[in-house]
């Protein structure tokens, strides 16, 4: 599964809270997972990944759809 610790994730607009546009994430940690509305979500934290590939210092917790994930690196 693509939410584990350590990978790089990308997931569309829609299928994460809170933000606009593709979301691509460092998972530092999984806090939790379990259904929400009929799917299977995660709560995240980590950091945002810049274009370049390096990390976005502040960190960030988001809420993810598992079924979306694409994992990237």
């Known amino acids: 599964m693509g939410v584990t610790t350590g990978n790089v994730i990308s997931v ?4 994460y809270c809170y ?13 939790s997972r379990g259904p929400y ?5 995660a709560e995240v934290r980590g950091h945002d990944v810049h ?9 960030r917790f988001a809420f993810v759809r598992v079924d979306q994930v694409r994992v990237v690196s």
């Open 19 to 31: 933000g606009d546009g593709v979301l691509k994430m460092y998972i530092a940690e999984v806090v």
């Open 12 to 15: 569309p607009e829609g299928s």
């Open 51 to 59: 274009p370049d590939g390096t990390l976005v210092a502040r960190e």
């Open 37 to 41: 509305d009929g799917q299977v979500w």
